[in-house]
């Protein structure tokens, strides 16, 4: 069973917004932070934005801070990812991953639990 579910990819036009949704099952994430990577053909995963336990607490990749946004809710076992401003070099996959403890990470090793991925093209 894939712990981790991504969903609200697809193609959308240069300046449009996209709302990712990520839902965990099988498992509790809420002492986990929770993340949002892409990944596109040939380049190794990029991190895109963290958040933990908290709620409160983000960090972000500097190729989308100040466009894209992290939220969660625990009791809900769901992180979302808010993207505006979206541009051709955003289209990628897009992964949610779950860090092995609580500590605001922006390390891919740091990662134990991935999802499947969801695609994200954008159109100029």
């Known amino acids: 069973q894939v712990p981790l579910v991504e969903s609200g990819g697809g193609l959308v036009q240069a300046g449009g917004s996209l709302r990712l949704t990520c839902t965990a099952s099988g498992r509790d994430f809420t002492y986990n932070v929770l993340a949002w990577f892409r990944q596109t053909p040939g380049k190794e995963r990029q991190f895109l934005a963290a958040?933990?336990?908290?709620?409160?607490?983000?960090e972000y990749g500097d190729s989308v801070n100040g466009r894209f946004a992290i939220s969660r809710d625990n009791h809900k076992n769901t992180v979302w990812l808010q993207m505006n401003s979206l541009k051709p070099d955003d289209t990628a996959v897009y992964y949610c991953?779950?860090?092995?403890?609580?500590?605001?990470?922006?390390?891919?090793?740091?990662?134990?639990?991935w999802g499947q991925g969801t695609q994200v093209t954008v159109s100029s």
């Open positions: 958040m933990d336990w908290t709620e409160t607490i983000a």
């Open positions: 991953a779950a860090s092995g403890h609580n500590i605001l990470t922006v390390r891919e090793s740091d990662y134990y639990y």
